[in-house]
């Protein structure tokens, strides 16, 4: 039995990554992929899969190595300034998206029970807020976000199962090929899958299980997480592929593969995808909103963990931003759309070098630096993150 919870200890941290990742925007652009271009995209995950490990155990080994935080280590190298402006930024991308992934768990819920979306988003986010007062906020994540986890591979996997899917057809998609007109969506989908922040949140979730479980709680690695990440993301890709393309069904929203399912198998069909829908969106409100929180608390000397009452705080005011905003225009503002992407495209990528950075510094990590094939690895990563950026700057302000 202790064998068993220390595995699943060192599986935290990849797990929360995981789950906060996969919430409503990503399982829509995902949809999108598999509706519009069959089964031909899904290389892509591969690739995005491939970088999202990379940077994830650099995050881990950060957090499980240097004698601070990571944004605690960037104001040492580069001064308060470049730590509060990433602090901030990450903290307004939070709030901006975390509109979607409340209406995401009202329609999951509203939808499958014929119920009032808004009453549930208040629910849920209440509820969240509450969760943070627990004495140990981390072990009541890390739980939780296993069992959202488990949720949504049980309700995808069934799906998928219904399905029936061509395994020729998906070895097929392994060959990389661009079909006319999805550049936009591959973008879109690695940006959202290959997450620097997600990666740069892994360090503090180190941080923190080795708080909780001090000593003996063994070497964490968050590749089975972002593994899962990427089943999750072919799962329901391949779905898709196999109920809507050949229907050339559209998809606008991560609901719509719900309503797709219930005519062809009925509405046992819908109410699984619902609730994969669900685990999804409760990960990303719970997740999404953690992350903002924290580093923003970190950046302005706050405290660099769970147990810190204005750190917490903050992660309140992101969850309530969230779903006031969903309330009163029960979609996501088009200006804040704009704002979060405006914030990604300027800073991912410095904190993708920043990351990269600590990670290759000999004198904060010792033996845990990073080997000369990971430094390539990351530098790949980095180039590629750098080129969505500046794509994304140019479909934004110059076209």
Not at 41 to 46: E, K, P
Not at 142 to 161: C, I, P, Q, R
Not at 293 to 307: H, I, K, P, T, V
Request: one cysteine or more; hydrophobic letters at 55%; glycine letters at 12%.
């Amino acid at each position: 039995m202790y064998a068993i919870r220390n595995w699943l200890s060192r599986l935290g941290p990849g797990i929360i990554t995981a789950a906060l990742v996969f919430g409503p925007s990503k399982m829509t652009i995902t949809s999108r992929l598999g509706a519009e271009y069959g089964y031909r995209l899904t290389w892509i995950i591969v690739v995005a899969i491939f970088f999202m490990i990379s940077f994830t155990n650099m995050g881990a080994r950060i957090g499980a190595t240097a004698s601070a935080s990571l944004l605690t280590l960037i104001r040492q190298k580069w001064g308060g300034v470049v730590s509060i402006a990433i602090g901030a930024g990450i903290f307004l991308v939070t709030a901006s998206f975390q509109a979607g992934n409340a209406i995401g768990l009202g329609i999951s819920l509203g939808e499958s029970t014929h119920t009032k979306p808004n009453n549930w988003i208040l629910l849920f986010t209440a509820l969240s807020i509450s969760l943070l007062f627990f004495r140990s906020f981390y072990s009541v994540l890390e739980k939780l976000m296993m069992a959202l986890v488990g949720l949504m591979l049980f309700a995808f996997g069934s799906t998928l199962f219904m399905a029936k899917p061509s395994a020729s057809s998906i070895l097929g998609g392994l060959v990389p090929s661009l079909p006319d007109g999805s550049i936009g969506l591959v973008i879109a989908f690695i940006a959202s899958c290959f997450s620097i922040v997600g990666a740069v949140y892994q360090s503090y979730l180190e941080r923190e299980r080795r708080r909780i479980h001090p000593g003996g709680a063994g070497k964490s690695s968050g590749t089975t997480g972002i593994l899962i990440l990427g089943v999750m993301s072919a799962v329901v890709l391949i779905c898709a592929a196999s109920v809507l393309h050949p229907q050339q069904i559209k998809v606008t929203n991560a609901a719509g593969m719900a309503k797709a399912l219930e005519p062809l198998y009925g509405e046992y069909a819908s109410v699984l995808f619902y609730l994969g829908l669900f685990g999804a969106s409760f990960s990303s409100l719970v997740g999404n909103a953690t992350v903002g929180g924290s580093l923003l608390g970190d950046a302005l000397g706050w405290g660099d963990g769970f147990r810190d009452t204005k750190v917490k705080w903050l992660i309140a005011a992101v969850m309530v931003t969230g779903a006031t905003v969903a309330i009163l225009f029960g979609k996501l503002p088009l200006e804040m759309i704009v704002l979060a992407q405006s914030i990604t495209i300027f800073l991912v990528p410095f904190i993708g070098f920043a990351l990269l950075a600590i990670a290759n510094d000999r004198s904060i990590m010792g033996d845990q630096v990073n080997s000369q094939s990971q430094r390539i690895i990351g530098f790949l990563g980095l180039l590629l993150v750098t080129s969505l950026a500046v794509f994304n700057f140019y479909e934004l302000f110059l076209k």
